[in-house]
């Protein structure tokens, strides 16, 4: 099993559209955890940390669930804009453990 | 203030050869670390350095080294190149050495030939 794993999509919804994206994590050790967006050919951007109370930033918001071991990232009211690939980081603690997953690709449709 | 920054931008290299990539962190940042990206994938971890003492080493062979500067630049060093080492290098620098709130420079892009 990948220590971290995503839908790799595409997601192709219509401006307006409410999109959701998981990501589960195998290591239960795991300390905290990130929403990355990636546009294409560029360099990965964070988006959101991940906070086991859960935490919202405008249109976006992020959600642990630690004993079924994923995070999830919710889009409301998608823009056009919004079209690119997000990536869930996971973070074990201290050196070299952060995980990243492959991403998830999200097209939003005019 | 300046973001990350790395060089060169793109790099074309035959297979055998060797390649030196460069990163500068934001300025006060003393963790810097490396990852390859390939396409379709996600970044892979390959090294982080912080206070010049290499921290982390993710599962890559020995042709790839690096080293951290007084200044907290770095590099990272690829040998005996191989077409499989076209990827995507991605420099991340972060404040502290727990990697919490990394920022990407924009990468260098290796086209092994």
């Known amino acids: 099993r990948k220590e971290v794993e995503q839908d790799p999509g595409p997601f192709n919804v219509p401006e307006g559209a409410t999109v959701a994206f998981n990501c589960t994590y195998s290591n239960s050790a795991s300390q905290s955890f990130f929403w990355y967006r990636q546009d294409c050919r560029k360099e990965p951007k964070l988006l959101m940390s991940v906070y086991s109370s859960g935490n919202e930033d405008g249109r976006f918001t992020a959600q642990l669930n630690r004993a079924s071991q994923y995070i999830s990232l919710l889009i409301r009211d998608s823009k056009l804009s919004d079209s690119a690939t997000y990536l869930c980081?996971?973070?074990?603690?201290?050196?070299?453990?952060?995980?990243f997953g492959t991403g998830t690709k999200l097209q939003v449709i005019p | 203030d300046a973001g990350v920054t790395q060089s060169p931008t793109h790099l074309i290299k035959t297979r055998g050869q060797h390649v030196t990539l460069r990163c500068s962190p934001i300025?006060?940042?003393?963790?810097v670390s490396w990852y390859q990206q390939v396409l379709g994938q996600g970044p892979q971890f390959i090294f982080q350095?912080?206070?010049?003492?290499?921290?982390g080493r993710g599962n890559f062979p020995d042709r790839f080294s690096a080293r951290q500067f007084p200044n907290y630049s770095s590099e990272l060093n690829v040998n005996a190149l191989l077409l499989g080492d076209s990827a995507l290098y991605l420099c991340?620098?972060?404040?502290?050495?727990?990697?919490?709130?990394?920022?990407f420079g924009p990468g260098t892009r290796l086209l092994v030939l």
């Open positions: 350095y912080y206070e010049k003492e290499e921290r």
């Open positions: 980081v996971v973070n074990s603690g201290g050196y070299q453990k952060v995980t």
């Open positions: 991340a620098s972060s404040l502290v050495w727990d990697q919490e709130t990394q920022y």
């Open positions: 300025s006060g940042h003393k963790s």
